[in-house]
């Protein structure tokens, strides 16, 4: 291939991947597992296959996958049940959180939020669904609740004040089946919402909920793609992959005991590590949390988890370091040494020399370790990480700053903390005394998780909000204190208030933009300007595609500006309009998509390549001004719109840039053809 074709090649890729981009802009995508097929419907000519609790058809005339998600059509996550009813030619979709979607046969849905959205003091857990004639039958913890499918609505609800396991018609009766209460019934032309119509006639007779074997086997033939996994608990995004585990201990949660998992999105591509080395290691290989990537060679990987470290090679599992073969050691739980099954290594990074750092939690002696490069582990144990004897219970979240320095937190309540420890001299700062500006006490009870910002602070998220900690005040380790925003109301008081305070901060990301990228516990996502004085959004199930309000881990690709939010309910995205920035202007580097602007497109138009804080403004070919903004880090976006909010003619746009040093000129030419 000669030079002048390779390049060629080369402009035309680049530009399907930039009007990709340039498309995705302020939209949301879903990352959502179909592995575990659990249930499959036929309806005509199409399967609908509930797989990992999502949904996809199988169109049996073309063979084709479909898949369906909030993104794509679908009002919520986390499907419970599924099932066809034939009268109506509609799907009926129930939520784990109680609502319900209706799809026919082209796609269509349509949302049935009454029984979502009724606010009641009875159990509305629905134990499973039944069809008859145009109508499902929801079996909940209260009775029976009567849904038209053909008329999308609640046509009525039996309350029998006892948990109901599966209901049906029979003749002229409806039966309703309860293991704790027994088997009842009443006449259909009785007034069913009068429970004592309902009679006790037998003992509960329990019915195996099976689906068809046919369908099953069809079903689990097909592949549309995915993670094997919807669980989600850490991620980081490096080498232009999204590593991610899926761990989780917590013995307060329903999945604390999360099987061992690695999952690598690559391009579009997923990637699973080996999980299934049980046999060989003679423990269970559970609750990964964190993961660290040999700078030297990205295939190498260590992986954290509740049982010990594993070390992986090209995904697969090379070496299983615990008590027995190494310093690591296990936890101690009421005076007492556990086995291999709590070697709890929740946090791991690499230093700039290539020596592997590694926290171990809630031991006797160990906390803080060395694993060389030449394979030898030593101890550099800290008297600061202990607590009545026995190491701090959560130690996590450790990598490196931008002055090689390891920071870590301890996320619990008995002694939350963050620490600050530098390799070459082997000091360890402890920030466990939280003192805010005014001088008052912050009262919190964790330390989730920390950032650096673009000037060197560390932000921190805790349950009492964010706290920031400046440069300044790292190295007095008497009397620093930390910095709790303060955001003018605005109102004429001379008031102010804390930026996010009293909400849990599960997670925080920097953007390109310097924006901080706010993870909650119930309360979604926010994001909170460079200057840290704005709310520029916050996102939440309710008005935007994110998965859950509870969000464990965020990370942004600054390459796209695609933000990456695991939940727990599976991982989801937005394209975000900020990039990293250049760090010197190069007209070169600054090219803008799509372009040229054809007929009928409206969407944004994305300038990158910019410097940070660049003052960009868009001029036509005589100099006039229609445009201007600052770039959020290295890109901006025009709506193709003047100063007037009307769209531009046809021409030739200049795009002009200065950057913070006030080095002006012409960096790009934006084509656009109406």
């Not at 609750?287 to 090679?313: C, W």
């Amino acid at each position: 291939m000669t030079i002048k074709r390779y390049l060629l090649v080369a402009a035309f890729i680049l530009l399907a991947y930039c009007n990709t981009i340039a498309a995705g802009i302020g939209t949301w995508k879903n990352y959502m597992a179909y592995s575990d097929v659990q249930w499959v419907e036929q309806g005509g000519n199409k399967l609908y296959v509930l797989a990992s609790n999502s949904l996809y058809t199988y169109n049996k005339n073309d063979q084709s996958i479909q898949t369906y998600d909030k993104i794509n059509g679908l009002n919520d996550s986390d499907i419970r049940f599924i099932g066809w009813n034939k009268v109506a030619h509609r799907l009926v979709i129930v939520y784990s959180d109680y609502n319900i979607d209706l799809m026919d046969d082209k796609g269509e849905v349509i949302n049935v939020p009454d029984y979502y959205m009724k606010s009641m003091t009875a159990d509305k857990t629905v134990n499973g669904i039944d069809m008859n004639g145009s109508y499902c039958y929801l079996s909940t913890g209260f009775g029976v609740v009567k849904l038209n499918v053909a008329k999308a609505e609640i046509s009525d609800s039996y309350n029998l004040s006892f948990p109901v396991d599966y209901s049906y018609i029979e003749g002229n009766y409806i039966y309703a089946a309860s293991q704790s209460n027994g088997l009842y019934r009443a006449t259909l032309t009785d007034n069913l919402l009068d429970k004592s119509n309902w009679s006790r006639i037998g003992n509960y007779t329990e019915r195996p909920r099976t689906p068809n074997a046919d369908l099953m086997s069809q079903a689990k033939a097909l592949n549309p793609g995915g993670p094997k996994y919807n669980t989600f608990i850490w991620t980081n995004f490096q080498n232009d992959r999204l590593y991610t585990t899926g761990g989780l201990f917590n013995p307060t949660a329903n999945n604390w005991e999360n099987p061992g998992m690695v999952q690598i999105l690559q391009g579009n591509e997923w990637y699973l590590y080996e999980d299934d080395f049980s046999s060989r290691t003679g423990n269970a290989y559970i609750g990964t949390k964190t993961l660290a990537i040999d700078p030297q060679n990205s295939n190498h990987v260590y992986v954290g988890s509740r049982t010990g470290l594993y070390e992986f090679m090209s995904g697969k599992m090379i070496a299983y370091y615990n008590k027995d073969n190494s310093i690591l050691q296990s936890a101690i739980d009421k005076g007492r040494e556990l086995d291999n099954n709590y070697v709890l290594t929740y946090g791991l990074s690499y230093d700039k020399e290539g020596n592997l750092w590694i926290l171990n939690s809630q031991t006797k002696k160990e906390n803080l370790i060395r694993l060389s490069k030449d394979g030898q582990m030593t101890s550099f144990s800290k008297d600061a990480l202990m607590e009545n004897g026995v190491g701090l219970n959560n130690l996590s979240q450790m990598h490196l700053d931008s002055h090689n320095l390891l920071w870590f937190c301890n996320d619990d309540w008995r002694k939350p903390g963050l620490f600050c420890y530098d390799p070459k001299t082997d000091k360890l700062n402890a920030y466990t005394r939280f003192v805010n500006d005014d001088g008052a006490n912050v009262e919190l009870t964790a330390v989730h998780c920390w950032t650096e910002d673009m000037e060197g602070n560390i932000w921190i998220g805790t349950t009492a909000g964010p706290l920031m900690l400046q440069r300044s005040q790292m190295s007095d380790q008497d009397n620093y204190h930390f910095t709790q925003v303060k955001v003018p109301r605005n109102d004429g008081s001379n008031l102010a208030d804390y930026l996010l305070a009293g909400i849990d901060i599960t997670s925080i990301a920097i953007d390109g933009g310097g924006r901080k990228w706010i993870g909650t516990k119930g309360n979604g996502v926010y994001l909170i300007s460079a200057d840290n004085m704005t709310q520029v959004q916050h996102f939440l199930t309710s008005n935007s595609g994110l998965l859950s309000n509870n969000l464990y881990s965020i990370s942004i690709n600054n390459t796209t500006g695609e933000v990456f939010f695991a939940t727990d309910k599976g991982l989801c995205s937005y394209m975000s309009d900020a990039t990293k920035a250049e760090e010197t202007t190069n007209d070169d580097a600054v090219y803008a998509y799509p372009n040229p602007v054809k007929p009928g497109y409206t969407g944004p138009i994305t300038i990158v390549g910019l410097t940070l804080n660049a003052n960009v403004k868009i001029v036509t070919t005589n100099g006039v001004l229609v445009a201007e903004g600052t770039s959020n880090g290295g890109t901006f976006v025009w709506d193709g719109k003047d100063k007037m909010g009307k769209r531009v003619a046809s021409g030739i746009y200049m795009v002009l840039s200065a950057d913070e040093n006030g080095d002006k000129g012409t960096v790009c030419k934006v084509a656009i053809i109406n």
